[in-house]
C-alpha cells in the first residue's frame, strides 16, 4: 500500500509561483508512475501532469504546458509540480496520484491511477 501526502498549496496572486510536493511511503515509489490531477468548484477532477517512474518522460495538459514541470526525486519518495505564471483559472484543489506502472498507462485517465493523496488548496487571486 502507498500513501501520499501533498504540501505546498497556498494563495498567491496572478504571475506567482508555487511548488507542491507530494510525499509518498513504501519502497515501491520508484517503481511507480505518478501524475498530478486538479478539481476545481464544481468541476470534474482534471489531468494536469503525469511522470514515468525513471522520470524520464512527463506528459502535461495543454493548459499547463510551458508553465508547469512535473518531476520527481526516487531518493526521497518525492514528486513535485513547479508551477509558473499561475492564472485564476488554475485555483483548484490538487491532487497527487499513482499508478501501479513504471510507465503511464492512459496517463491522462484518473481511473488508472491507484492510490491518492488528500489534496491540496491552491487559490490564485487576479
Known amino acids: 500500500q502507498v500513501q501520499l501526502v501533498e504540501s505546498g498549496g497556498g494563495l498567491v496572486q496572478a504571475g506567482a509561483s508555487l511548488r507542491l510536493s507530494c510525499a509518498a511511503s513504501g519502497r515501491t515509489f520508484s517503481s511507480y508512475a505518478m501524475g498530478w490531477f486538479r478539481q476545481a468548484p464544481g468541476k470534474e477532477r482534471g489531468f494536469v501532469a503525469a511522470?514515468?517512474?525513471?522520470?524520464?518522460?512527463?506528459y502535461y495538459a495543454d493548459s499547463v504546458k510551458g508553465r508547469f514541470t512535473i518531476s520527481r526525486d526516487n531518493a526521497k519518495n518525492t514528486v513535485y509540480l513547479q508551477m509558473n505564471s499561475l492564472k485564476p483559472e488554475d485555483t483548484a484543489v490538487y491532487y497527487c496520484?499513482?499508478?501501479?506502472?513504471?510507465?503511464?498507462?492512459?496517463?491522462?485517465?484518473?481511473?488508472?491511477?491507484?492510490?491518492w493523496g488528500q489534496g491540496t488548496q491552491v487559490t490564485v487571486s487576479s
Open positions: 511522470i514515468k517512474s525513471s522520470g524520464s518522460s512527463t
Open positions: 496520484a499513482g499508478q501501479r506502472s513504471a510507465i503511464p498507462v492512459a496517463p491522462a485517465t484518473s481511473t488508472w491511477y491507484a492510490y
